[in-house]
């Protein structure tokens, strides 16, 4: 993976096995192989654990988007999900293998992950940055054939391509930020772990940023750039609520032809318009999982941030849009 060494405060795992082993793809659950099966997942940095007891299914080939209050371990979850904290206890299976037993360079190839805050490498440019993207795809004697196209690519998807030869600590912190996608694409995955990638971006950058990678088809499938990306693949969006359209599975073996985004974010009209999949974490537990439409409600809402909201349907797209009432001037 290219990003490892931007995320220094979490503990890595071994690629050996564990006692948790899983030959290959499984069909022990009824349904499609997630993306991530998560099981009795216990997760923490130090005696008191974060994360307990977690189950989760991460639907492969669709956006999932976390939420909850700071501190809930939303972060966690994800530094799991990427191979960046090893489990005290349970299973993480990544399309049905044990992910324990996954080699880190083989889960780079197919796992890209972006920290909530990484270090920006001193005097690197943008366009060396980004390069850095495509080490896990790199021979021994040297870069991949697809290399360039990839880099100009990721760089021309996240806007970035007129700060290729900036220096990325001299960026401001939103253009920064779409360089750190940038990486993340020029890894060219099936799956991508977002963790706050909006967080700097103005609004119309968030929805550029969010719908860019909601829409990414597969690496190498009909239509991509020779790179894994594509440039145009930003315009086939489906507005509507937890949608999942024909085209999210090839017609012949339910294989994804989208990649499976998981992403950890903060506005939730935002969370609840991107996200095919919503799950809401209290305390490191999920308290809600499903369409926004059906995660996102007063209730939820209640339990998870302590918040009161008004909920109505967006006009044009029906997806859930929460008005937050201040907890300072409660009404009633
Ligand atoms: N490297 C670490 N060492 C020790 N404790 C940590 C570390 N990272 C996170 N924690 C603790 O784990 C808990 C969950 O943190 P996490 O970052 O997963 O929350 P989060 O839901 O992502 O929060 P936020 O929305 O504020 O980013 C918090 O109590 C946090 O202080």
């Known amino acids: ?17 564990t006692s948790h082993e899983t030959p290959g793809p499984t069909s022990r659950e ?50 799991a999900l990427g191979r960046q904290l090893r489990p005290v206890s349970g299973t993480i299976e990544v399309a049905g293998r044990d992910l324990a037993r996954v080699k880190a360079r083989e889960h780079a190839r197919s796992v890209a992950f972006l920290p909530q805050s ?17 080490h896990p795809h790199r021979r021994w004697w040297g870069g991949g054939d697809d290399d360039e196209a ?11 391509a007129g700060l290729a030869h900036r220096r990325v600590d001299e960026l401001s912190g939103g253009q920064r930020q ?21 967080s700097f971006l103005d609004l119309a950058h968030q929805l550029d940023i969010l719908d ?22 930003g315009a086939a969006g489906d507005d509507s609520p937890g949608s999942g359209s024909a085209g999210d599975c090839s017609a012949d073996d ?5 990649r499976t985004v998981v992403a950890v974010l903060h506005e939730l009209s935002l969370a609840a318009r991107v996200a095919d999949h919503l799950v809401a974490v209290a305390d490191g537990g999920v308290v809600a999982a499903g369409p926004p439409d059906e995660v996102i409600t007063r209730e939820t809402l209640r339990r998870v941030f302590d918040l009161d909201a008004d909920i109505i349907a967006d006009p044009l797209t029906g997806h859930p849009v929460v008005l937050p009432r201040s907890r300072r001037k409660r009404t009633a």
């Open 1 to 17: 993976m290219a990003l490892p060494a931007t995320e220094p405060d979490t503990a890595r795992p071994r690629d050996t096995a």
């Open 30 to 79: 009824d349904g499609p192989t997630p993306a991530f099966r998560v099981r009795g997942l216990t997760l923490g940095y130090g005696a008191e654990p974060v994360v307990r007891d977690l189950d989760l299914d991460i639907p492969a080939g669709r956006t999932t988007v976390l939420i909850g209050a700071n501190g809930c371990g939303k972060s966690t979850i994800l530094r």
């Open 118 to 134: 990484p270090l920006v490498p001193e005097g690197l440019t943008v366009a060396e940055l980004v390069a850095r993207g495509r």
């Open 150 to 160: 990839v880099v100009a690519d990721a760089l021309a998807m996240t806007d970035t």
């Open 178 to 198: 779409r360089v750190w996608v940038a990486l993340v694409l020029a890894q060219a995955t099936d799956t991508l772990l977002l963790d706050e990638p909006c």
């Open 212 to 233: 860019l990678v909601h829409d990414l088809p597969m690496p190498g499938a009909p239509g991509e750039a020779a790179s894994g990306t594509s440039a145009d693949s």
């Open 254 to 258: 339910q294989a994804p032809v989208r």
